[in-house]
Nanobody, 124 residues
Framework: QVQLVESGGGLVQPGGSLRLSCTAS????????MGWYRQGPGKQRELVAD???????NYADSVKGRFTISRANAKNTVSLQMNNLKPEDTGVYYC??????????????????WGQGTQVTVSP
């Protein structure tokens, strides 16, 4: 069982910045990937950015150069620094954690966990 607590959402003007944080608790071992997704009004949920245990990162094209994802392993926390925010960035941002478990026979299973979501609104 993994519980995710998100923080940092809010209202900001275009060009402003926000930092989102997500902390995992519970069965935090075997976490392989942590990332952020978002869903704007009338849009499908999309990957914003994620980061692996090896610190490999992946970003949506729409946020490259503006957003930075980082991971604090000691506290099982992932952060998303969002700069130069645009109205198109408005939406509910969800933290996602992937937990990979390998049993004694070498069989691998993955489990997905989602945060409750935090609202980000970019408006004049």
């Amino acid at each position: 069982q993994v519980q995710l607590v998100e923080s940092g959402g809010g209202l900001v003007q275009p060009g402003g910045s926000l930092r989102l944080s997500c902390t995992a608790s519970g069965s935090i071992f075997s976490i392989s990937v942590m990332g952020w997704y978002r869903q704007g009004p009338g849009k499908q949920r999309e990957l914003v950015a994620d980061i692996t245990k090896s610190e490999s990162t992946n970003y949506a094209d729409s946020v490259k150069g503006r957003f930075t994802i980082s991971r604090a392993n000691a506290k099982n926390t992932v952060s998303l620094q969002m700069n130069n925010l645009k109205p198109e960035d408005t939406g509910v941002y969800y933290c996602k954690v992937v937990r990979a478990v390998v049993d004694e026979s070498g069989l691998r299973e993955e489990y997905d966990y989602w945060g409750q979501g935090t609202q980000v609104t970019v408006s004049p």
